[in-house]
């Protein structure tokens, strides 16, 4: 038996359009960067060139192939070969599917994408049939350990009824963190940012409380719940909230006190999640890690800015010009003149009902405070 498996012929003319149009326009830049004299863009222009005439090569030539002897997986300029005797087991993450040696040091085989494929079901029939997934396998090994686990209950109902809970916990706390994705779009405001200093610790909490049961991350297919989503959105939006809307005036000041916020909450995931996720908490550091590194950073400034009652020192300065930025976020911008300690021009961001007020030629107040960690900083006003 042998079968192929390659590209799906949709996909397959999508890509080669794409990266059609990738080369024109690689060319084109090149072209362009000559006739203005800018040579040194040509560090930008001919790598993406070739890595579009790559792809293009790739698409054409890629090449799954399965019999009862090996697995071939064909690439532009590299063939990877499995014998069937020593393939180990495959794993599903995702639209990731990647297929195991036994030996240690032989390249695996690893499809990112495999659902574009051409009857990328019967190549997952055919692997389920001959090995193991390992997902389904640790999934297995999870059932039993809850099942003989009596910190869970002691009956099967029980721990039924106390995982249905906590799924409906950690679908609430994630499905509310959602809401956080609006932040970056909407001018500052206390009450939402004190919202989001306290939320990440309301999870730390639930982890705490639902102890074993609730983790912090799982894989694609566990019995756990997890309330990763929710911990890690309203950090990740204060980071983006403090770019957009606070204007420090000293960084250098920032790191020592977010230093020892992101060591008090390094210290309470280590604790609550070490007992918690025991064997896979080591996998959950980089997850921990952008959770405590964006509110070291994010919650520093807000707490600093936040809860600052000290009088402002107020200067004037001049709006030379001002411009809005609409990508994923708005951005309202005025261009300062010299001010204070600033002797040249200056962009800076304000909130969009100031910016509507104001018009080049305007003067402004700049409103200069200590901060509450002793961060200088300050923001605009009419």
Not at 346 to 366: A, H, M, R
Request: aromatic share 14%.
């Amino acid at each position: 038996m042998e079968q192929e498996f390659s590209l799906a012929t949709g996909w397959k003319i999508f890509c080669y359009i794409a990266c059609a149009l990738f080369i024109v326009a690689a060319a084109g830049m090149s072209y362009g960067v000559l006739i203005e004299g800018k040579p040194v863009l040509l560090a930008y222009s001919i790598p993406f060139f070739i890595w579009s005439v790559y792809m293009l090569i790739r698409i054409w030539k890629y090449k799954l192939i399965v019999s009862d002897r090996q697995i071939t997986e064909i690439h532009a300029f590299t063939t990877i070969v499995i014998h069937r005797t020593d393939i180990e087991a495959f794993r599903i993450d995702g639209n990731i599917l990647t297929v195991f040696p036994r030996q240690k040091g032989q390249k695996k085989i690893r499809i990112n994408g495999y659902r574009y494929l051409e009857n990328y079901r019967g190549l997952i029939n055919w692997l389920s049939y001959q090995f193991n997934e390992l997902n389904h396998l640790a999934y297995v090994k999870e059932t039993q350990e809850i099942l003989a686990n009596p910190d869970f209950g002691f009956t099967t109902d029980e721990k039924a009824v106390k995982f249905k809970r906590a799924r409906l916990i950690t679908r609430i706390y994630n499905v509310i963190s959602f809401g956080f994705i609006a932040t970056p779009y909407i001018d500052g405001n206390t009450t939402v940012n004190s919202i989001m200093l306290i939320y990440p610790f309301v999870g730390i909490l639930i982890l705490f409380l639902n102890r074993g049961v609730i983790l912090l991350d799982t894989t694609a297919k566990s019995n756990h719940p997890n309330i990763g989503f929710g911990l890690a959105m309203p950090p990740l939006c204060m980071a983006i909230v403090v770019l957009l809307r606070y204007e420090v005036l000293n960084y250098a000041k920032v790191w020592m006190p977010a230093l020892v916020i992101g060591a008090v909450l390094f210290g309470l995931f280590s604790r609550v999640n070490k007992n918690t996720a025991g064997e896979t908490y080591k996998s959950q550091y980089i997850l921990i890690l952008i959770i405590i590194a964006c509110y070291a950073f994010g919650g520093t400034i807000i707490i600093n800015c936040d809860l600052d009652r000290s009088v402002p020192i107020i200067t004037t300065a001049k709006v030379e010009s001002q411009f809005k930025t609409t990508e994923k976020v708005t951005t309202y911008t005025l261009t300062l003149g010299p001010w204070g300690h600033r002797k040249q021009n200056e962009d800076v961001d304000v909130p969009g009902s100031l910016y509507k007020t104001i018009s080049p030629g305007d003067i402004v107040k700049v409103n200069v405070k200590k901060g509450f960690f002793k961060i200088p900083w300050f923001y605009i006003s009419r």
